[in-house]
Nanobody, 121 residues
């Protein structure tokens, strides 16, 4: 059974940093699209970043501030978030397995429960 468990969320001031982690278990594919998406109250879900075989893609509003990465065993997915802004406030979800590996497609087969990120001005 695939499980994705996020951690690392919290409350920070504008300009601060957070590092989200996603522990992956029960998943054996080495060629697998993984990513992060977020959802703020009253807003639609939006893709943040994806990674596949080391190739990454980001939504424009986070490019240059966020970095998605994996450990070598692909058991943990990370999202380093720097220069955070109040607009980044949302629940962040880790997700796995999407045949269309881009930030616009949220059709992942697996996702975690989410971790809250709150950025105050």
């Amino acid at each position: 059974q695939v499980q994705l468990v996020e951690s690392g969320g919290g409350s920070v001031q504008s300009g601060g940093s957070l590092r989200l982690s996603c522990a992956v278990s029960g998943y054996t594919s080495n060629r697998n699209c993984m990513g992060w998406f977020r959802q703020a109250p009253g807003k639609e879900r939006e893709g943040v970043a994806v990674i596949l075989s080391g190739i990454t893609a980001y939504r424009a509003s986070v490019r240059g501030r966020f970095t998605i990465s994996q450990d070598s065993a692909k058991k943990t997915l990370f999202l380093q978030m720097n220069s955070l802004k109040p607009d980044d406030t949302a629940m962040y979800y880790c997700a796995a397995e999407n045949p269309v590996c881009d930030i616009y497609s949220l059709n992942f087969n697996y996702r975690g429960q989410g971790t809250q990120v709150t950025v105050s001005s």
